[in-house]
């Protein structure tokens, strides 16, 4: 073979020149239709961004002076962009020419342009984190802020959407693009948007439910016209006909001031306030708080302490705003009025939402429990009703208890003791009011199918340091005896662990009784001066509610006033519906006379042991007896001085 001329070595230096996509001009074809993006084959010689000879790693002009003309020709279409101009141009005499001409052109092609000479190394994908986004609280020049309620206009959504700002703020690299991130109601309408659990380009920036986060422009967002309060005088007429479509109820005034409980004698004075749009309007799940609310403040004044006391230096800064929406948009009306519109209560779900570790308030199902646990203790900062001996506070209190064969209809008294005693701890003082959860497992599984709540509940036995009386002889108690709980054949509960030092021996000397341990009982040194002259006081709390569960829906049965002949009513938040997904609920207060009898011992029993099947008894019983939830109790005594 005859050896190659300096010319053809030179001309397989094959010099490649690629696009900004990293694509090779080697074998571009000037006659192609495709235009000049239309290149045959990626260049596998690049890395990092810099171009390298096929063969050499010499750079795109090497030290020979040679002219990319010589090498790819002078003939190149105009719409083979930039470099076509400088092939295309006189061959130039030195490297130091060409290389000023492609600066220039470097210089004045915009970094869009599809060719150029040199490549800038690819950067990395960029990621985004929370810092990176410019949060705000509110949106500028509206009343709209985080835990609003909005309504979303969408094209591609026949229907508006609703639900609750999470996150206001512009994403990185728009500061002009003012977004929103809303929480919404349901995802029955989103099958064509786009959501998530509250991440915008796999940033969190709000948590929830996965599929009802969305994130739209601000000019999207208006106030959810369900919950709009206008006052203007000149719109009255238009206004109250909008709040009577969206409530059925026209009108729900804030009431400021002082209101004291509803006073209530008897059966017929009960009937006059019961029936429809009576209590509180339930909304998207609010029956757990609906339920509270209205047993807490319709008819005692135990809690409301929580709505008068002053904010201090450990309050949070929304204390007053809670307080007064609280205060003068919920528990006024309903003492004065008889009515709270869903909205009011809304206001309150809102902040609650925003201000404590409880998440969902405005709109999915909860507790009583979780409910009170953000109010009293996150927010308003109640201090604690039962203060134990263990050392521990607490707003209500867990019955835990090993289920007893023997008992088939046991009364909240018998478990009660059962729990304290089980459980060994005492509480240090008398509560003024005491909160009891009944022995069940979330929603559905009961301990016991049937549970009477006992109208009157004695706590002499567990409170820490109270006189207490002899079970035997009834003089002043000096022993406890924990084994002795249940053994006596007249006694079942706590009290038949109190003894005086003499019937305490007579006690033990007995076979099956004799390996017991007793412990002595603190008793006050004034009280027991006194102790030869009178008896030891018993502690008694009245029941005045009970919050009931069905199928996740909560209602109550609240006591009308105070003593035994008090009646009861019937409270559901939801009794009836108006409507569908635009409707509103109807809640209804029911006049229940027969539940005093069907308290009592001989009440219970009697319809207890007459209807064995659940199916047959009387509704409001099935209720109170099958599905109590919590029971309510107050110190009418101690509540003076809370």
């Keep these: 073979m005859n050896p190659k001329s300096d010319h053809e070595t030179e001309k397989e230096k094959k010099l490649t020149i690629t696009n900004t996509f990293g694509d090779s001009l080697e074998n571009y074809d000037p006659d192609s239709d495709r235009g000049p993006h239309a290149y045959p084959k990626r260049n596998q010689n690049k890395k990092n961004g810099i171009l390298k000879n096929t063969e050499t790693h010499h750079s795109a002009v090497d030290s020979s002076h040679q002219d990319l003309a010589d090498i790819l020709g002078q003939n190149w279409p105009k719409h083979a962009g930039p470099a076509a101009m400088i092939l295309n141009k006189p061959r130039m005499a030195a490297e130091s020419s060409i290389s000023e001409d492609i600066k220039h052109y470097k210089d004045v092609v915009k970094p869009a342009s599809p060719i150029s000479i040199k490549i800038a190394p690819e950067e990395p994908l960029q990621r985004f984190t ?23 206009s969408n094209s591609v959504v026949c229907e508006d959407l609703y639900g609750v700002i999470r996150w206001i703020g512009f994403p990185p690299g728009a500061s002009k693009s003012l977004l929103v991130g809303i929480e919404l109601e349901d995802e029955s309408n989103l099958k064509s948007m786009i959501t998530s659990d509250g991440r915008h380009n796999g940033v969190r920036l709000f948590t929830c439910q996965d599929g009802r986060a969305v994130f739209v422009p601000a000019n999207k967002c208006t106030a959810d016209r369900r919950f709009a309060d206008v006052d203007t005088s000149n719109t009255v007429n238009k206004v109250s006909n909008n709040q009577a479509k969206k409530f059925g109820v026209a009108d729900c005034p804030a009431v400021y001031g002082s209101v004291p409980p509803l006073e209530i004698h008897n059966s017929e004075e009960l009937s006059s306030i019961c029936g429809k749009f009576k209590g509180i309007q339930g909304h998207h799940n609010s029956c757990y708080l609906d339920a509270t609310l209205f047993s807490m403040f319709t008819f005692t ?94 707003y209500f209190y867990q019955l835990f208890v090993e289920k007893d064969e ?26 003024s009011c005491f909160i009891i959860q009944m022995p069940r497992f979330g929603k559905n ?198």
């Excluded at 006024?332 to 009025?337: D, S």
């Excluded at 229940?592 to 659940?614: H, K, M, Y």
């Design 445 to 642: 599984y009961k301990m016991y199918p049937r549970i009477l709540p006992s109208q009157v509940l004695e706590v002499t036995d567990i409170i820490e340091n109270s006189p207490r009386q002899c079970f035997i002889c009834g003089k002043l108690a000096e022993y406890e005896c924990r084994d002795c709980f249940g053994n006596l054949q007249s006694g079942y509960g706590l009290e038949s662990t109190s003894f005086c030092p003499q019937c305490l021996k007579l006690n033990h000397s007995h076979a099956k009784r004799n390996n017991h341990v007793s412990k002595k009982i603190s008793v006050p040194k004034d009280y027991r001066k006194r102790a030869d002259h009178m008896d030891a006081p018993r502690v008694y709390m009245e029941l005045f509610a009970v919050v009931c569960i069905e199928t996740s829906h909560y209602v109550a049965f609240v006591k009308a006033g105070s003593g035994p002949d008090a009646p009861w009513c019937f409270f559901d938040s939801m009794a009836d519906r108006k409507g569908e997904q635009n409707g509103y609920n109807i809640p209804e207060i029911t006049c229940v006379p027969e539940l005093t009898q069907w308290l009592s011992e001989e009440g219970a029993r009697s319809i207890n042991e007459t209807s064995t099947n659940d199916k047959v008894l009387p509704e409001h019983a099935k209720r109170i007896f099958c599905d109590a939830y919590m029971c309510l109790y107050q110190s009418t005594d101690i509540m003076m001085y809370h």
């Design 130 to 152: 929370v810092n990176d986004y410019q949060s705000l609280v509110e949106i500028p020049g509206t009343d709209l802020a985080i835990g609003s309620l909005v309504e979303v």
């Design 301 to 394: 004044s135990v809690f409301d302490s929580i709505l008068y006391r002053q904010p201090g230096p450990q309050d949070i800064r929304n204390y007053s705003e809670v307080q007064k929406v609280l205060r003068d948009e919920i528990v006024n009306p309903l003492r004065k009025n008889v009515f709270v519109r869903s909205d009011r209560v809304m206001k309150l779900r809102e902040l609650l939402d925003q201000l404590s570790s409880v998440s969902g308030l405005t709109c999915e199902e909860k507790d009583p429990e979780e409910f009170l646990n953000s109010l009293l203790s996150q927010i308003m900062k109640v201090e604690p009703f039962l203060k134990l001996s263990s050392g521990q506070d607490s």
């Design 406 to 431: 023997k008992l088939t209809f046991p009364s909240v008294q018998q478990l009660f003791e059962q729990s304290f005693h089980s459980s060994d701890i005492k509480l240090k003082e008398v509560p």
